[in-house]
């Protein structure tokens, strides 16, 4: 049987798998290449022939605005093939379907299926990188030469029809892996589950990224990665095979924006989807588009039914605007929201969080009285409105009131620890509960 030369220059670093194709032949690659740097073009491997493929790579284009050969195929000197940047095709070949992203400057998944119309006479090539390829114009048919100013970051090469399942559970490993959106596409795990629903997840189809436990592509990630400059990424100390969990945005833009009730949130929402046997901490880190915000962050976890289940403080803080977060548990499915006080200039007054402290302690014009029962707070005009943040022992937010000074706290349930004392828009104190009126 004649054979097709696929003609790819990889870097040394670059794994090359041939995998056994006789057990599970629609699942594995004919050819696959994965590495930990990039692939350099040409490429050349050897292939069998075929009267139809699949190809999926990570790529990006470096000259988005002109006409770029991604690869072609070849009867002798004869261009029978060539699949263009802009997703065309030459004659005589004849495409079937592709997918083609929306803006080639930028990382994609690119998938294309495609069926050859070649004589299995005569000796083949398929090349990626640059060819020679006939345009088709008002005069006929002429000879140009057209560049691959491309990146690639894995290529895998299927010669035969893909089922769909195979192929959506193929593009969801390239995704998550490299922290690529697919374009409204499920995102399907190699069993056939749905991690990522175009309809239901729809308005958080963007930024999307992951971590996951994928024992048949040999992909295992408890940290996940982005191409795109997603703002939040998480990470898990350990995952079993077949757990992931997603999470997505709503596109929103991350600056500050008032809320009726002093608070300023971010604008933007995030969606996290756990595919897990039982739960586990799930960490996040998050840049932050403005560290001014930083004393004050919240990050709210909302159930599907829009109510508050959790409200996060942050682990740490780092000088250079990353916050991060512990989601200890939560529903398979919840939304996250940021929430924080404009602290420029931040008045800040705390007193010791230690719920042993006596009453009648004083820091810097709060004070709770020797009863216990009431705090008062010196240096406002009457009637001066306090907001109150109640939490407790695990500083799990509870809930928010409202009250003048003096403050009273006796009827405050007794699962309240301390309270945060908010006037102006600004932290003024975090003050304990003191034990004897619990």
């Not at 699949?83 to 070949?93: I, Q």
């Not at 079993?240 to 596109?251: A, F, I, N, T, W």
Request: charged residues 20%.
């Amino acid at each position: 049987m004649r054979k097709l030369i696929l003609y790819i220059l990889i870097h040394m670093s670059i794994v090359l798998w041939a995998l056994p194709l006789d057990d599970s032949p629609s699942v594995y690659p004919d050819i696959w290449h994965r590495q930990d740097s990039m692939v350099q073009i040409p490429l050349e491997d050897s292939i069998s022939w075929t009267d139809e493929y699949y190809l999926f790579s990570v790529i990006r284009s470096l000259q988005p605005d002109s006409t770029e050969c991604l690869w072609s195929f070849t009867e002798g000197d004869t261009v029978s093939l060539a699949v263009l940047t802009d997703g065309t095709y030459l004659f005589p070949a004849g495409k079937i379907r592709s997918r083609h992203p929306a803006d080639f400057s930028r990382w994609c998944v690119y998938a294309y299926h495609s069926g050859l119309r070649i004589d299995s006479t005569k000796s083949h090539s398929m090349r990626l990188g640059e060819q020679v390829v006939y345009r088709q114009d008002s005069i006929g048919l002429m000879t140009d030469t057209l560049p691959a100013a491309i990146e690639v970051e894995e290529i895998a090469y299927f010669g035969r029809n893909v089922p769909l399942p195979v192929s959506g559970s193929f593009q969801t490993y390239l995704a998550l892996k490299y922290g690529i959106t697919l374009d409204y596409a499920p995102y399907l795990s190699p069993a056939g589950d749905t991690l990522w629903y175009p309809e239901a997840d729809e308005h958080y189809y963007h930024h999307v990224v992951g971590i996951g436990s994928d024992t048949l592509y040999g992909w295992y990630n408890r940290i996940s990665e982005t191409k795109e400059d997603a703002l939040i990424l998480l990470s898990a100390d350990t995952l079993m095979p077949g757990e992931y969990v997603l999470l997505g945005d709503d596109g929103g833009v991350p600056e500050w924006t008032p809320e009726p009730d002093g608070l300023y949130s971010l604008q933007c929402t995030w969606r996290m989807r756990q595919s897990l046997r039982q739960r586990i901490p799930i960490s996040l880190r998050l840049s932050l588009p403005d560290i001014g915000m930083a004393d004050s962050l919240r990050l709210v976890v909302i159930g599907m039914n829009e109510h508050p289940l959790h409200v996060i403080t942050p682990d740490s803080i780092g000088r250079d605007s990353i916050c991060y977060f512990t989601i200890d548990e939560a529903e398979s499915v919840v939304q996250l929201r940021l929430y924080g006080l404009p602290l420029d200039p931040l008045v800040r007054m705390d007193v010791s969080r230690n719920d042993t402290a006596p009453a009648g302690d004083t820091e810097d014009g709060i004070i709770v009285d020797p009863s216990g029962k009431k705090i008062i707070v010196n240096g406002f005009p009457d009637g001066q409105i306090f907001y109150l943040y109640l939490y407790d022992n695990t500083a799990k937010y509870l809930s928010t009131l409202s009250a003048l000074s003096p403050i009273d706290i006796s009827a405050l349930p007794s699962s309240v620890l301390y309270i945060e004392i908010i006037a102006n828009n600004q932290i003024i104190g975090a003050v304990p509960i003191p034990t004897n009126i619990q």
